[in-house]
């Protein structure tokens, strides 16, 4: 079998000479919808709670918490919704009333859930077989009906720590369903960029493939990113915990390689659920035991003489139940690089995130996009994204808060160009 990143994932970048782009950012209000903002925190130890689904019940309405636990939920009054809910793993689900939520830095306490380890004993299976089990039954716990979804996508590069370049967009994903060999779709619908230069002085990285590459992650669509059915022998099993995601115990089972292939394999938890062993969330890595051997993964084109290393990588997938059936709910890419120009003296470390939440779903009406209106997956995002922006931006669109030191950037980025 071949690895997806030999094929349709690579998650390449390009460095190239280095050029100067920017943009201001603005945002206008609009009382059509309600803002309820806040951070949720732990109720015992009030640590920040990152990473957690906030979403309106009985709607498709939702964001995530930033990595600082801070969230924006934007709600159509329309709606006339009376409560919103947070939920995280390892927590009690909990609803919160809107109107008693309004208000700047609002803190929403969560509880632990905390399950006995006589859990463990539930389902007398060996973890392989439990993994092996989840995979069998993707056509039956996810959507076998095509979706049309809203995502907020974004994407930022850091040298050290300064952001060179930060990308963001609404945008619209014809999510082929889970029993179809169709690949999901990508139109850009408005978005927003800013680079900075002035650190930027030797190289430049740029991201290719933006949301498509992210999706592709989606391992209940594209179980071969990870392991599929004939490749499980790849890979050691363990059964470490039994957690509480949205109010159900789920199996963590970790994975670790256990043969050497040409290509980098991975190691990571799935967290699958007791009663009908869905996927519900996937934290992993690559196996960077060769670095070299991951490189060739990632870079598509570099100058001549430069290392370009990968040192660490982060995948997180969730998924969220909706009815009796489970849709993709957040994706976070996080990798890092070192950078070693040997016959320039130049030597640097380089972040780059990209993130997307699904904020909105239908299955009214689900079309497939034309190939002028696609975003393809050798396009560069924040090339791109100068052709989609919007001075009304965001409107009443959900997104991804940013982290404070991203706000921050945003605000230097901002200002240096308007100079």
Partial sequence: MKPVFNNVMRFGMTIVLLACFGISFGQVADD????????????NTHQKIVFASVSVPGTDIGTVTNSEGEFTLKVKKSLKAEFFEITHLGYIN???EINGSLGNDRVFNLEQHIYPLKELTVRPKEPRD???MALMNIKLNYSAKPNM?????RESIKQGREYLSISEAVVDISKASYT???????KIFKGRKGGNVRKADTLMVKLQGGPNVALLLDIAKYSDLIMSLDSLDNYSYEMTSVVNIDDKPNYVISFTPNVVKSYPLYYGKLYI???NLAITMAEFSIDLSNPEKAARQFVRMKPSGLVFLPTSTSYLVTYKQQGTKDYLNYIRIELKFKCDWKRRWFKNNY?????????DR???NVVRFTNQELFKSHMVFADKIQAFQDGDFWGDYNIIEPEESIQYAIKKISKTMKK
């Fill in 94 to 96: 909990k609803k919160f």
């Fill in 273 to 275: 659920t007791q009663d």
């Fill in 32 to 43: 059509s919808y309600i803002t309820i903002t806040g951070v949720a925190k732990d109720a």
């Fill in 351 to 359: 972040t780059i995130v990209s993130e997307i939440a699904i904020t």
């Fill in 362 to 364: 239908h299955e009214d």
């Fill in 149 to 153: 979804m809203t995502g907020f996508y």
């Fill in 180 to 186: 179809s060999l169709q690949n999901d779709q990508v």
């Fill in 130 to 132: 439990i993994v092996k």
